[in-house]
Nanobody, 123 residues
Framework: QVQLVESGGGSVQAGGSLRLSCAAF????????MGWFRQAPGNEREGVAR???????YYVDSVKGRFTISQDNAKHTVYLEMNSLKPEDSAMYYC?????????????????WGRGTQVTVSS
């Protein structure tokens, strides 16, 4: 059993920054990829950024150059540094984890999820 706990969401103005954190608890040995997904009302859950144990990172095109995912393996924690935020980045952000090291882009392939943290960007 794995528990993922997110923190760091909030409200900022456009152009601002936020840093999200996700700590994994429990049986973390089997996790080979962790990532951040987001979902705005009426939209499907979208993969934002993922990172595997080898440090390979993957980003959706809309956040490239603005968001950075990183990890502290010793703390079983993943971070998402979000800069130059835009109103369209507003969503509930979820941390997810999977044993699949290729870091699937599809949310359905992740079987561990946090409860989410809200990010709101005002214009």
């Amino acid at each position: 059993q794995v528990q993922l706990v997110e923190s760091g969401g909030g409200s900022v103005q456009a152009g601002g920054s936020l840093r999200l954190s996700c700590a994994a608890f429990g049986y973390t040995d089997g996790l080979d990829c962790m990532g951040w997904f987001r979902q705005a009302p009426g939209n499907e859950r979208e993969g934002v950024a993922r990172i595997n144990n080898g440090g390979s990172t993957y980003y959706v095109d809309s956040v490239k150059g603005r968001f950075t995912i990183s990890q502290d393996n010793a703390k079983h924690t993943v971070y998402l540094e979000m800069n130059s935020l835009k109103p369209e980045d507003s969503a509930m952000y979820y941390c997810a984890a999977t044993s699949r090291p290729w870091c699937p882009v599809v949310a359905a392939e992740y079987n561990n999820w946090g409860r989410g943290t809200q990010v709101t960007v005002s214009s």
